[in-house]
């Protein structure tokens, strides 16, 4: 049959009962025929538990002791998924970030996968023993356990699925698949059956909850086919082969299913936004140079950015959006940079959202832009700064018109389930 590599994310391996659950599934694609690897993550709040555990600990914590504490929570459930298959009557066993090993770079805490060495993994899949990995860990050129970052079991099995060459990898998370937006907030999302790397890298990077964007960027580069669906199923359900999640695949690919293409695939929305304005900059070559280059240097990373047409005496205003997390670092950054940059003021705001619509026929079509900006015009929504890039119109609203926002571009687009496909 195929080699398939499963992941499961920290709400499905939270307890004795969910790793039953998940070793059932794991066990079910076993008996179709298939050669099996599984990645887990912790259980569900075990890593923010190691982590503050490392700050009580001490506050200036080496990264490289903090990877030895935090990788343990993934060891935890990778041996406890083993042992659960075996009682099963399963052939399993699990294999250490450092065991195969996973190789990495030596940025402790956000290290990066460099190469999986794949030869001891191929062997025991062919012998039947199902390979039970844990996420978010590997091993540095120095020998020292490294971690990959939050979220960063995703990227371990893309990493996985790359190495042994499987046919894909499925992502089982606590929701069955990718919507076209929100189903909290619209009602009417519908499930995609299809999408590309570039809108879904676009969509993770936007707000989109359901992939980590490092594993879409790396299953892009890889070619490696990802599914995303859903672990919260019953034991007798249909296998994932028969009803499956959301195919991430090549645009060439998709290309294959042309009545799946649609203009637009999604709408996100992100909150964790925030909005600094600089006034009366000084208006001549290089000022613009004087303000991201320092904030580009402390790793804060800047995204919509708008230049005002200029005053009469020279001087613009200067708008442009930074993570919230690192906004209280960015102002102080630029106080401190106020005498070299020349600005009167800064203003800032938490309180704004970026709205993102998201599809690759924004390449082969016009007007999906004015569709945004007359449907928010029509709902007295005020845009206060806009981004683009080939396949996304990212908008910047106040937080509080959000949801309303969200739902009024879904039905724009035409996006609303009728009746029967909800």
């Given at each position: 049959?195929?080699?398939?590599?499963?992941?499961?994310?920290?709400?499905?391996?939270?307890?004795?009962?969910?790793?039953?659950?998940?070793?059932?599934?794991?066990?079910?694609?076993?008996?179709?025929?298939?050669?099996?690897?599984?990645?887990?993550?912790?259980?569900?709040?075990?890593?923010?538990?190691?982590?503050?555990?490392?700050?009580?600990?001490?506050?200036?914590?080496?990264?490289?002791?903090?990877?030895?504490?935090?990788?343990?929570?993934?060891?935890?459930?990778?041996?406890?998924?083993?042992?659960?298959?075996?009682?099963?009557?399963?052939?399993?066993?699990s294999w250490l970030g450092w065991?195969?090993?996973?190789?990495?770079?030596?940025?402790?805490?956000?290290?990066?996968?460099?190469?999986?060495?794949?030869?001891?993994?191929?062997?025991?899949?062919?012998?039947?023993?199902?390979?039970?990995?844990?996420?978010?860990?590997?091993?540095?050129?120095?020998?020292?356990?490294?971690?990959?970052?939050?979220?960063?079991?995703?990227?371990?099995?893309?990493?996985?699925?790359?190495?042994?060459?499987?046919?894909?990898?499925?992502?089982y998370t606590d929701v069955d698949?990718?919507?076209?937006?929100?189903?909290?907030?619209?009602?009417?999302?519908?499930?995609?059956?299809?999408?590309?790397?570039?809108?879904?890298?676009?969509?993770?990077?936007?707000?989109?909850?359901?992939?980590?964007?490092?594993?879409?960027?790396?299953?892009?580069?890889?070619?490696?086919?990802?599914?995303?669906?859903?672990?919260?199923?019953?034991?007798?359900?249909?296998?994932?082969?028969?009803?499956?999640?959301?195919?991430?695949?090549?645009?060439?690919?998709?290309?294959?299913?042309?009545?799946?293409?649609?203009?637009?695939?999604?709408?996100?929305?992100?909150?964790?936004?925030?909005?600094?304005?600089?006034?009366?900059?000084?208006?001549?070559?290089?000022?613009?140079?004087?303000?991201?280059?320092?904030?580009?240097?402390?790793?804060?990373?800047?995204?919509?950015?708008?230049?005002?047409?200029?005053?009469?005496?020279?001087?613009?205003?200067?708008?442009?959006?930074?993570?919230?997390?690192?906004?209280?670092?960015?102002?102080?950054?630029?106080?401190?940079?106020?005498?070299?940059?020349?600005?009167?003021?800064?203003?800032?705001?938490?309180?704004?959202?970026?709205?993102?619509?998201?599809?690759?026929?924004?390449?082969?079509?016009?007007?999906?832009?004015?569709?945004?900006?007359?449907?928010?015009?029509?709902?007295?929504?005020?845009?206060?700064?806009?981004?683009?890039?080939?396949?996304?119109?990212?908008?910047?609203?106040?937080?509080?018109?959000?949801?309303?926002?969200?739902?009024?571009?879904?039905?724009?687009?035409?996006?609303?389930?009728?009746?029967?496909?909800?």
């Amino acid at each position: 049959m195929g080699r398939i590599v499963m992941k499961f994310g920290g709400t499905s391996m939270a307890g004795s009962e969910r790793i039953r659950r998940v070793a059932n599934i794991v066990r079910r694609q076993q008996a179709a025929g298939h050669e099996v690897a599984v990645v887990v993550s912790a259980m569900a709040g075990e890593t923010d538990r190691l982590v503050n555990f490392c700050r009580e600990a001490n506050p200036l914590y080496d990264p490289a002791e903090y990877d030895v504490v935090v990788a343990s929570g993934e060891q935890v459930t990778s041996g406890l998924l083993a042992l659960t298959l075996q009682a099963l009557g399963c052939k399993a066993r699990s294999w250490l970030g450092w065991q195969l090993p996973i190789h990495t770079d030596d940025a402790h805490a956000k290290a990066r996968i460099g190469e999986v060495e794949n030869e001891a993994l191929l062997a025991s899949m062919a012998a039947g023993e199902i390979a039970v990995i844990p996420g978010f860990q590997g091993l540095s050129d120095h020998g020292r356990i490294t971690t990959l970052g939050r979220g960063g079991s995703d990227t371990s099995a893309v990493a996985v699925a790359a190495a042994i060459q499987a046919d894909r990898c499925d992502i089982y998370t606590d929701v069955d698949g990718v919507y076209t937006t929100d189903p909290r907030i619209v009602a009417k999302a519908r499930k995609l059956k299809y999408v590309t790397y570039e809108e879904m890298l676009e969509l993770a990077s936007v707000g989109s909850k359901v992939l980590q964007t490092r594993s879409v960027s790396l299953a892009m580069k890889e070619g490696v086919r990802v599914q995303v669906l859903s672990s919260f199923i019953d034991d007798d359900a249909t296998p994932a082969d028969e009803i499956p999640g959301t195919m991430i695949v090549s645009d060439e690919e998709l290309e294959g299913h042309e009545m799946e293409r649609q203009l637009i695939t999604g709408i996100a929305a992100d909150k964790n936004e925030a909005k600094i304005i600089l006034t009366r900059v000084p208006d001549r070559p290089g000022a613009v140079a004087t303000i991201f280059g320092p904030l580009a240097q402390a790793n804060i990373n800047v995204d919509m950015i708008i230049q005002n047409v200029g005053r009469d005496k020279g001087e613009t205003d200067v708008t442009f959006t930074v993570p919230a997390a690192d906004l209280l670092r960015a102002q102080t950054l630029l106080e401190a940079q106020k005498a070299a940059i020349g600005y009167n003021r800064i203003i800032s705001d938490s309180k704004v959202a970026k709205i993102s619509v998201v599809g690759v026929g924004m390449k082969s079509h016009a007007g999906v832009a004015a569709t945004m900006f007359r449907a928010m015009a029509d709902r007295g929504i005020n845009i206060q700064a806009i981004s683009t890039s080939e396949i996304k119109v990212s908008v910047l609203i106040d937080e509080d018109e959000t949801e309303l926002a969200v739902r009024v571009l879904h039905t724009a687009y035409g996006m609303d389930a009728t009746d029967e496909a909800a």
